[in-house]
């Protein structure tokens, strides 16, 4: 039997609804000042049903924001966190403040451009997330050199690095010269850096990659930096949600 199933830390919970930061939900929780479903929670991981729990403070209801998502088509250099240590630009920089309350669905790193999804649905993002969904992700490679039939074949069938198997669920060669080639891969696992991991272990260098698309959204004609709302019709969710 799996216990919490669905559950989330209280301090995380209301950061991801947008309710309060966790610095904030700390000082509530110890002060005995938060309630959750009426009784006074003064453990800051204790664990909740962000969906469904009511949550208080001081005795008045706490409201969450209304439901939001959105794809971003993320730029080249921006990374994928709310601050950065080393002052570098995010991609919450490029949402007015009514949206940066949003968490990613994953993340792309900081050279990756593309459809990135931004939401404050926490059982959303956990089902997009997680590997069981097999979700397919769609990416635009381009890397240096020619690949040769031999190393996509051995690409195709996955390759082990640090313990990992890595693994595309469809690879496809575009076109190909000396100088570089163009690739498109299918993903339903967001493992750390994969598609740079796997072409590597081949011999061959990403100088270019774009996430295209994610499940059933793609980002059209979206320009970097930009981004549009999405409504819950068009947002991939599992059957019976």
Known sequence: MERNKGKVPLERALSKLGIASRSQTR???????????????TDPQFPVTPETDRF????????????????LNKPASVVTTRSDEKGRKTVFDLLPPELRNL?????????????LILTND?????????????????YSVTVRGLVTPEELARAAAGVMDEGELLKPSRLTLRKGSGRETHLMVELTEGKNREIRRLFAAI????????RVSFGT??????????????SREETPVPAGR
């Open 122 to 138: 926490t059982r959303l993002s956990a089902w997009l997330t997680d590997p069981a969904s097999a979700i397919v992700r769609v």
């Open 27 to 41: 000082d509530w929780a110890v002060a005995g000042r938060l309630k959750v479903n009426g009784r006074t929670v």
């Open 103 to 115: 968490h990613p669905v994953g993340r792309l790193d900081m050279a990756t451009t593309g459809l």
């Open 203 to 210: 011999g061959h260098e990403v100088s270019a990659l774009k």
């Open 217 to 230: 959204l793609s980002l059209g004609d979206l320009a970097p930096g930009e981004y549009r709302r999405l």
């Open 56 to 71: 208080a403070v001081d005795g008045q209801a706490l409201a969450r924001d209304p439901w939001t998502t959105i794809i």
